[in-house]
């Protein structure tokens, strides 16, 4: 076996939110895990990283990544996409249940978990199916996926239509502390639509999804939250209005929390007015003003987590009518860039946006990620916030290479990531 | 209104018109001019009397390969196009794709790129899905034309320029006009196109009737008024133009009978006696008789229904012949021109 290198990273702006961290100063590096933050003069680094220039934060936790493996390999796979995330400086991250087969038995969950382990560029947490087969009928054998080590369930993007299941559902993922995540659409409003319903959608005749159809799903499920006392977060919320419904629950300590995709923060439905298919995306994009108070509520904290919802795809899966296109974005490669676009364009903080991105999605998990407090896992995202470069979607490492952002002109980049210690993408280190 | 500030004017304008304004591809009246939409008008018109002729052909795509590539059923537009690319003297093919096949995105490339393989200079596009003729338009080789024949909900062009054809000769002056457009908008590429086609040459107003079911939410943004009142929408205008009601919105959440619409919105003598007394009577086709209009309107005097089967021929002649025109390279056009006065055919 080979001995992990002791690691010095010297003179970064360490940013890390779990202990509202913001300083110049050395993280040292052993043992897979954080043994010192400071000066530590004892500590007798076999490689020093001068980190001066940078910023230095925990590996970024990622809650909706879909890997493609099992089932969807010549989209993408375990080795292929962690690779990806390891180059935006993500070491974490979450899968919904939606893979072929789908995670509702403790196999499928361990099948992810050895290759994750094979690959071994970041942590693959998984979330299990919340109904059998995400059927929406039956609640799963939830002891048994925890017991696989599944941090949360999830119905993916299928609705549970009758609220009496979801309801039992809720309840018996509360009886094992796992997080109930929520993709809020209501089946029937949403219907067979493919763009925000608006002036845009109406002019490219392309069937609608009216902000009601996430709404009405919100609302029931805030509701049973809010009688039954159980933890629910709402994945990829896209209308300021179920932003509003959201920041008024929890005003009142229901115990809710929300995080968006990173796109929802740049994309508006106006990118869709030439039948752009790289901005077919679910939910779709809004308007204007919901990108607005979505990016405020990141700001604020209503929203706690943002998310890259990558979702890699062959080239043909792009190729066609804008509907019949699969929606999607690969998105891993750009989470922090876009972020901090956002933090150049003074929509957010930057120790705000590394919170939103590391500790709190990790929070949402209740998992030991995000954080480089002594003695936590040794994952670390060093990246400079200022450097530019243009977006060649070709180049993306992901298998997939589905971007409505190639071209685009970004700043910050992500250096190197550490997992355990261990170097998993170096940017300058030959492919 | 500002029909250039919109997105998705920009979006097609780019896709269809060349660096100096002439016609590369016919995909929505969105992204044209009101110079370019009149020229079509003024070509067709030119067109219109070919038929009369005892030879009913004009040589200008003489050599010229059209395909009429049909995944949507259609009996008048693809008989229409092919007819107006005969007069024009080019060879034509339809290709009917089987509508129930699962033909998705790669198979819709994949028919494209093999009959790109046999040297077509031009598609005739209808499909089911919003946005089919542009996504083709944006995958075909440089020197093929697409027309777009009718994209889902998205856009019906000719059949819109044809209306405005229809409407011009027998009201010359749109800015007086008031014209009302009845039935299930939401549903129709036909309304989308004759609204933009409308707003772009200047017509004094817009009226649109309907059930709230099947009109779209955002309609006044478009520059229209929405009425849910028939009898007050059909006040005092001078064109009413029929939309046809698809068979299965008839019995749905959308509406409970066709019966019930008919006795609403479907047009009779009486209610059409509320609009102007020279206000004339439009349908795109089929129509179906006693749900959107009764035999006696259909067939009344008012009625120019099949006068605009007739113009849809001179309207497919003159987007054709412009687009190919833009596509000819300058030895093209001189043999084009060299045909024409050896044959003393007069051209557009």
């Keep these: 076996m080979i001995q992990l290198k002791r690691i010095r990273i010297r003179g970064g702006r360490v940013l890390d939110p779990s202990q509202r961290l913001d300083a110049m100063i050395d993280v040292c590096l052993a043992d897979k895990r954080v043994v010192a933050l400071g000066e530590a003069p004892d500590f007798e680094a076999d490689e020093v990283i001068d980190a001066s220039q940078w910023v230095v934060c925990p590996g970024l936790v990622d809650l909706r990544v879909y890997l493609r493996e099992p089932g969807q390999e010549h989209k993408g796979t375990i080795a292929s996409e962690t690779a990806a995330a390891a180059a935006g400086g993500i070491t974490t991250v979450c899968v919904p249940p939606d893979t072929v087969p789908i995670i509702d038995t403790p196999a499928v969950a361990e099948l992810i978990k050895v290759r994750a382990g094979q690959s071994d560029k970041a942590w693959v947490l998984t979330l299990g ?43 018996y993922a509360a009886t094992f502390g796992l997080t109930v995540f929520l993709h809020p659409q209501d089946p029937w409003l949403a219907a067979n639509g493919c763009a925000h319903e608006g002036l845009i959608s109406e002019q490219l005749g392309l069937p609608g999804i009216p902000v009601a159809a996430e709404t009405v799903a919100v609302a029931r499920a805030l509701v049973l939250a809010e009688q039954d006392g159980i933890r629910v977060h709402f994945t990829l919320l896209s209308a300021a209005r179920s932003v509003e419904m959201v920041a008024e629950a929890q005003a009142r300590g229901v115990p809710v929390t929300a995080d968006v995709a990173m796109h929802q923060l740049h994309l508006t439905e106006l990118d869709i007015a030439n039948f752009n298919a790289e901005c077919h995306v679910m939910p779709p994009l809004r308007s204007l003003r919901d990108r607005d108070i979505l990016r405020l509520a990141c700001s604020s904290g209503v929203v706690s987590a943002i998310c890259s919802d990558h979702q890699p795809h062959e080239p043909d899966a792009k190729l066609a009518p804008f509907c019949q296109t699969e929606p999607g974005i690969s998105g891993l490669e750009t989470l922090l860039a876009l972020g901090l676009r956002l933090v150049h364009q003074d929509v957010i903080d930057l120790p705000t946006l590394i919170s939103r991105l590391t500790w709190q999605p990790a929070s949402i998990l209740n998992q030991p990620y995000g954080t480089l407090q002594v003695g936590a896992r040794a994952d670390v995202c060093i990246f400079d916030p200022y450097r530019r470069w243009t977006l060649d979607a070709a180049r993306l490492v992901s298998r997939g290479h589905n971007t409505p952002f190639h071209g685009w002109e970004l700043q910050g980049r992500v250096l190197h990531t550490l997992m355990e210690g261990k170097r998993v993408f170096d940017l300058d280190a030959p492919r | 209104m500002n029909l250039e500030a919109s997105p998705t004017w920009r979006g097609a304008a780019k896709l269809q018109v060349d660096s100096r304004g002439r016609l590369r591809h016919f995909l929505s009246i969105e992204g044209l001019s009101r110079r370019l939409v009149t020229e079509i008008l003024d070509t067709a018109e030119s067109f219109a009397a070919v038929p009369e002729q005892s030879v009913k052909k004009v040589p200008l795509l003489r050599g010229k390969t059209v395909a009429n590539l049909f995944f949507e059923a259609s009996t008048r537009t693809r008989t229409t196009f092919e007819l107006a690319a005969k007069r024009l003297s080019a060879d034509v093919l339809t290709v009917n794709v089987p509508t129930s096949s699962a033909s998705k995105g790669e198979s819709l490339l994949d028919t494209l790129r093999n009959l790109e393989a046999m040297h077509i200079d031009m598609f005739v596009v209808r499909h089911a899905q919003s946005g089919a003729a542009h996504f083709i338009a944006s995958h075909v080789s440089p020197h093929v034309s697409i027309i777009n024949g009718g994209d889902g909900r998205h856009a019906h062009p000719t059949q819109a320029l044809l209306d405005m054809f229809t409407i011009r000769r027998h009201k010359p002056d749109f800015s007086a006009l008031v014209v009302a457009i009845v039935g299930d908008v939401m ?162």
Excluded: W
């Design chain 1, 129 to 171: 199916a919340l109904t059998k087969g995400l059927a929406g009928e039956q609640i799963s054998e939830m002891a048994a996926l925890a017991k696989a080590g599944c941090v949360g369930v999830s119905n993916g993007l299928r609705q549970i239509p009758n609220t009496l299941i979801l309801r039992r559902a809720m309840e």
């Design chain 2, 187 to 348: 549903h129709s590429r036909v309304a989308r196109s004759q609204i933009h086609a409308l707003n772009l040459l200047g017509v004094g107003e817009i009226r649109v009737i309907g059930p709230r079911t099947l009109l779209p939410n955002h309609l006044e943004a478009l520059g229209v008024r929405v009425f849910t009142n028939m009898c007050a929408g059909l006040k005092d205008v001078d064109v009413v133009m029929m939309l046809r009601l698809q068979r299965e919105r008839m019995d749905s959440a959308m509406l409970p009978s066709g019966l019930e619409f008919f006795h609403v919105y479907g047009l009779t003598p009486e209610k059409l006696a509320l609009a102007k007394p020279d206000a004339i009577v439009m349908h795109p086709g089929p129509i179906n008789r006693g749900v959107e209009m009764s035999s006696e309107v259909a067939d009344g005097p008012q009625s120019v229904i099949l006068q605009q089967v007739t113009h849809g021929i001179a309207i497919r002649m003159a987007v054709m012949s412009l687009c190919l025109g833009s596509h000819a390279s300058g030895r093209d056009r001189l043999t084009e021109e060299g045909s024409q006065h050896r044959e003393g055919t007069k051209g557009p």
